[in-house]
C-alpha cells in the first residue's frame, strides 16, 4: 500500500497563496497519477488538480486554472500544490489521492469521469485551508 501525508494547509487572507505539499511511501512514485481534491462544508467532493507523474501532464478545474499549480519531485515522491489568489470559496479540506497511471485515463480524461474520486486507491488525512475575506 501507498501512504499519502498531506500538509501546508493554513489560514490566509483572500489574495493570498499557500502551497500544499503530498509525500508517498513509494519507490515508484513516477508510475502513479495523483490528483488534489477538496471538499468544503455541506458540498460534494471536486477534483481540483492532476498530475501524472511519470510524464508530469496535468488537468485543472475550471475554478483553479490560471491561480493553482501542481507539480511533482520524484526524486521526493511529493507533489506540490501552489495555490496563488486564494478567494474564500477555496475554503475546504483538500486531500491528495493516488492511483496507478496504468489504471487511470489521462489528466484531461480523468476529469470527465463522473464520481472520479472512486479511481483513487489511497488518500492523504487532509489538510485545511481556510480563505478569509
Known amino acids: 500500500d501507498v501512504q499519502l501525508q498531506a500538509s501546508g494547509g493554513g489560514l490566509v487572507q483572500a489574495g493570498g497563496s499557500l502551497r500544499l505539499s503530498c509525500a508517498a511511501s513509494?519507490?515508484?512514485?513516477?508510475?502513479?497519477?495523483i490528483t488534489w481534491f477538496r471538499q468544503a462544508p455541506g458540498k460534494e467532493r471536486e477534483g481540483v488538480a492532476c498530475?501524472?507523474?511519470?510524464?508530469?501532464?496535468?488537468y485543472y478545474a475550471d475554478s483553479v486554472k490560471g491561480r493553482f499549480t501542481i507539480s511533482s519531485d520524484n526524486t521526493q515522491a511529493t507533489v506540490y500544490l501552489q495555490m496563488d489568489s486564494l478567494k474564500p470559496e477555496d475554503t475546504a479540506v483538500y486531500y491528495c489521492?493516488?492511483?496507478?497511471?496504468?489504471?487511470?485515463?489521462?489528466?484531461?480524461?480523468?476529469?470527465?469521469?463522473?464520481?472520479?474520486?472512486?479511481?483513487?486507491?489511497?488518500w492523504g488525512q487532509g489538510t485545511l485551508v481556510t480563505v478569509s475575506s
Open positions: 489521492a493516488a492511483a496507478e497511471s496504468i489504471s487511470l485515463p489521462t489528466p484531461r480524461l480523468l476529469f470527465k469521469v463522473p464520481n472520479r474520486a472512486r479511481s483513487f486507491d489511497y
Open positions: 513509494t519507490t515508484t512514485f513516477d508510475h502513479y497519477t
Open positions: 498530475i501524472r507523474c511519470g510524464d508530469h501532464s496535468t
